[in-house]
């Protein structure tokens, strides 16, 4: 039986109904082994955090970024609450160990245990706002999630680095970038890809990612900052 209260103390969070907090982790999937429970998975939930998510960090990259444009506030946006973003930074409050699951979806690694987890933090967002009120629920936000936004923006997280650096190699190389997987490190359940980045079939930049896809962003990053581009 997993112990809500602690992820509750870990997030420093009294919850009055602690149920609904247990309804954030709950996957639609586990109600189908679990039917004499009494129990409500967290899909409606999901669907009241991600806009309380979306009002949130509209009002802060609004208030941050005061000189920046709304397209350049949406691409901040979107790199911000992605899954991705949503989904490391779950993992990283332990969510992973909470998650109520069927045997099957139990199984998924990697980039498919990620959006898993991506939606139960929004799950628990609209949780919070529930019982606890909206400033409640920015409070948490603001803990967890805005506190992302100055690397996403130094390291320029919020834009398509593979776009942008295929549009580079095609001008100035006449070429189209290829990509890779050099290796995969750890277990399954918590695997790294690395991956390369090639021009002209010559290595140009490496990076890495919880999945292909973002080992690929990555690796474009880098290889637009290798060549100046």
Known sequence: MKDFSEFAKKINVVFNDEAILRQAFTHRSYLNEHRDEDLTHNERLEFLGDAVLELASTRFLYDKFPNNTEGELTAFRAALVNATTLGDIGWALGMNDYLLLSRGEAKDTGHARLILIA????????????????????????????????????????????????ERAQELEGATPSYSVIREVGPDHEKVFIVGAYVRGMLVSQGEGRSKQDAEQSAARAGLDIKGW
């Open 119 to 166: 939606n139960a933090i929004e799950a628990l967002i609209g949780a919070i706002y529930l019982d606890l009120g909206y400033d409640a629920a920015d409070r948490f936000i603001a803990e967890n999630i805005f506190t992302k936004i100055d690397e996403i923006v130094k390291e320029r997280l919020w834009q398509d680095a593979k776009s942008a650096f295929q």
